[in-house]
């Protein structure tokens, strides 16, 4: 098993975003974690990788703790978060080079540039890439340790369609590479062209799981899209 967690809670105060969630990830599966905005995905994905704090029975990555055994788990784990901050004068290649010395072994970041349609922007200060380059080198970032799993908070999010469409493919292929990811986003295109399995995140619950067929069938809906808004009680409300 990739992942393992068993009754896991996260709060803030008195406030409980995340109550007793439990769920694993197989080897082989793309995992998507969906829900509206302040559902609890990112709170959940933190928790999960030890910098949030958080109460659980059991969370497990790789078959360790990312508590206990923080370095050993974070050498086969990449993490992409939805801001990445940089200072002011750090160039696109300072930030791959400062970001590879955290790893015992990288894959070659030059490499990575071209694969990521950044290969002009070495030199380039971070602050000055548009939304959509900075957004596909936060990507990047998290493979540049050519880790066995990562996790992906609102991957495309700011990036046009070709861009998105190229991001989908550039995964797929590190999936058939044998890469485990776990993924959020409010996309639906995006779960169903990359996702084997989905989560539905409600009030900090699981309102739903399963593969994107059988997530359709329990909502009686025709399609993701409309199964999601069934499910989430979204319909009616834009
Ligand atoms: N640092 C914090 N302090 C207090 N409350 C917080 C904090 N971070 C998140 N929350 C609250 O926890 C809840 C869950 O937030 P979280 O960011 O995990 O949701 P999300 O599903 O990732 O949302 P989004 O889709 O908008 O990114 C929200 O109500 C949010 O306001």
């Known amino acids: 098993m990739v992942l393992k967690v068993k009754e896991l809670s996260v709060s803030y105060g008195e406030k409980t975003v995340v109550d007793k969630i439990s769920f694993?990830?197989?080897?082989g599966e793309v995992l998507g974690i969906l829900g509206e905005n302040?559902?609890?995905?990112?709170?959940?994905?933190e928790a999960v990788l030890g910098i949030r704090p958080?109460?659980?029975?059991?969370?497990?990555?790789l078959g360790q703790s990312p508590i206990h055994n923080r370095k050993q788990v974070f050498e086969k784990v990449g993490v992409q978060f939805q801001e990445s901050h940089f200072p002011?004068?750090?160039?696109?290649?300072?930030?791959?080079?400062?970001?590879?010395?955290?790893?015992?072994a990288t894959a070659p970041y030059q490499f990575l540039l071209t694969k990521f349609g950044l290969q002009d922007k070495e030199k380039s200060l971070v602050k000055s890439l548009s939304g959509g380059e900075k957004q596909r080198l936060a990507v990047l970032l998290a493979l540049l340790p050519n880790p066995e799993l990562v996790f992906l908070d609102e991957l495309t999010t700011g990036l046009d369609t070709k861009a998105r469409k190229k991001l989908w493919q550039t995964l797929r292929n590190y999936k058939r590479e044998g890469l485990f990811i776990i993924l959020t986003s409010h996309y639906m295109d995006e779960v169903e062209a990359l996702c084997d399995r989905i989560m539905i995140l409600k009030g900090g619950h699981i309102i739903c799981e399963g593969t994107i067929a059988e997530v359709i069938n329990?909502?009686?809906?025709?399609?993701l899209e409309a199964a999601y808004l069934t499910l989430t009680d979204e319909e009616g409300e834009g």
């Open 24 to 27: 694993s990830l197989q080897k």
């Open 38 to 45: 302040g559902a609890g995905k990112t709170s959940l994905i």
């Open 54 to 61: 958080a109460v659980y029975k059991e969370v497990a990555i």
């Open 88 to 104: 002011d004068k750090m160039t696109v290649s300072e930030a791959c080079q400062q970001w590879s010395v955290l790893y015992k």
């Open 218 to 223: 329990y909502s009686g809906q025709a399609s």
